[in-house]
């Protein structure tokens, strides 16, 4: 049984960064791929960005366009989401997830076997 710890979140002005952490515990990792996603107000859970633990491979969100980057330190089980020129629309619930076993694409959230309880993002403008 995997246990995903988020932290990280918080009330920041628009054009800023910042960086979300994603800590693993329990089971084996190098099946794995952990991804981040986030629900907005009124809105659906959506993908944000994944990696593979293994291979390392990162896949991410069209909206994304080069302001996320998710990167993964396997000394400290943890995954993060570095994020920069964050926008008001990037405001929401993020939430980082396992998958056993990927298939190496954008997952979907019915993939996700494991999730964490989230931390909130606010950006204001």
């Known amino acids: 049984q995997v246990q995903l710890l988020e932290s990280g979140g918080g009330l920041v002005q628009a054009g800023t960064s910042l960086t979300l952490s994603c800590a693993a515990f329990g089971g084996t990792f190098s099946n794995l791929g952990l991804a981040w996603f986030r629900r907005a107000p009124g809105n659906e859970r959506e993908f944000v960005a994944s990696i593979l633990w293994s291979g390392g491979m990162t896949f991410y969100a069209d909206f994304v366009q080069g302001r996320f980057t998710i990167s993964r330190d396997k000394a400290r089980n943890t995954v993060y989401l570095q994020m920069n020129s964050l926008k008001p629309e990037d405001t929401g619930v993020y939430s980082c997830?396992?998958?056993?076993?990927?298939?190496?694409?954008?997952?979907?959230?019915?993939?996700?076997?494991?999730w964490g309880k989230g931390t909130l993002v606010t950006v204001y403008s």
């Open positions: 997830a396992a998958e056993r076993y990927p298939l190496g694409r954008c997952p979907m959230p019915g993939d996700m076997d494991f």
